[in-house]
């Protein structure tokens, strides 16, 4: 069996009470290229993970003083990402059901096959792996939302310092000048505006539409040009009386 070169690095810390079971699993991993550690037992697995880093649990079930779902659990609550693999000698479905509930990554049951324990421990580290990525991924995609978000809001604020310089120089100027929206509503009228049509600027631009500041004459022909405009198309500079 052919282990890939970015598996090799892995290292992957084997808990079991016996010790013959401790050296077959730790010179099987590292016959197919991982780095092992061992403990006897639950406490010398957690003082060794207090300290060294570690990528896989292997931990026997059945152990005296703590067991392997004491273990689990406790692992679980100092190193909530750490995967943990159980070891169990009975054949039971609920035993592993129970582990895989308390936080356990997967399991594998003794008599075992060194190949089957090595598949076991590959396709955990493939699991977390894809993980990491995708956590990643989503830091990344949440790091540039909100820089489209600060970009967002510093167009927006340019664009709002624009408009209040456009209308403070059109409020000083002789010509006459107005705004409307895409649906022909005013928005904006300088005072020339108001002062040429007629409407007092008290009255506000409730109601008036850009047509309603053209000379009647013109008002055709303008609106013609402003439906053209709402269209995308080019209609030109074009004066009005």
């Known amino acids: 069996m052919q282990i890939e070169d970015a598996t090799r690095r892995n290292r992957v810390l084997i808990v079991d009470d016996e010790q013959a079971v401790r050296e077959i699993l730790s010179e099987g991993l590292e016959s197919f290229g991982y780095v092992t550690d061992t403990a006897p037992d639950g406490a010398a697995a957690l003082a060794f993970l207090s300290t060294e880093p570690v990528h896989v649990v292997l931990s026997d079930i059945d152990m005296p003083e703590r067991s392997g779902i004491e273990l689990l659990?406790?692992?679980?609550?100092?190193?909530?990402?750490?995967?943990?693999?159980?070891?169990?000698?009975?054949?039971?479905?609920?035993?592993?059901?129970?582990?895989?509930?308390?936080?356990?990554?997967?399991?594998?049951?003794?008599?075992?096959?060194?190949?089957?324990?090595?598949?076991?421990?590959?396709?955990?580290?493939?699991?977390?792996?894809?993980?990491?990525?995708?956590?990643?991924?989503?830091?990344?995609?949440?790091?540039?939302?909100?820089?489209?978000?600060d970009q967002i809001r510093a167009a927006t604020d340019a664009l709002r310092r624009s408009e209040v310089r456009f209308r403070e120089m059109a409020e000083m100027l002789p010509d006459t000048i107005f705004e409307a929206d895409t649906t022909g509503q005013l928005t904006y009228a300088n005072p020339p505006a108001y002062e040429r049509f007629g409407y007092p600027p008290d009255d506000g631009l409730a109601g008036l539409t850009a047509i309603d500041m053209i000379a009647p004459l013109e008002r055709e022909r303008a609106g013609r040009n402003l439906a053209a405009a709402l269209e995308g198309k080019d209609t030109g500079p074009t004066e009005y009386m």
């Open 73 to 149: 659990k406790a692992i679980k609550a100092g190193h909530p990402d750490l995967d943990v693999v159980m070891v169990t000698g009975v054949v039971d479905a609920e035993t592993a059901v129970n582990a895989i509930r308390d936080g356990a990554s997967d399991y594998v049951t003794k008599p075992f096959n060194l190949d089957e324990v090595c598949i076991v421990v590959e396709r955990t580290l493939e699991k977390r792996r894809l993980i990491l990525e995708n956590r990643a991924y989503q830091a990344h995609l949440e790091d540039k939302v909100a820089l489209q978000n």
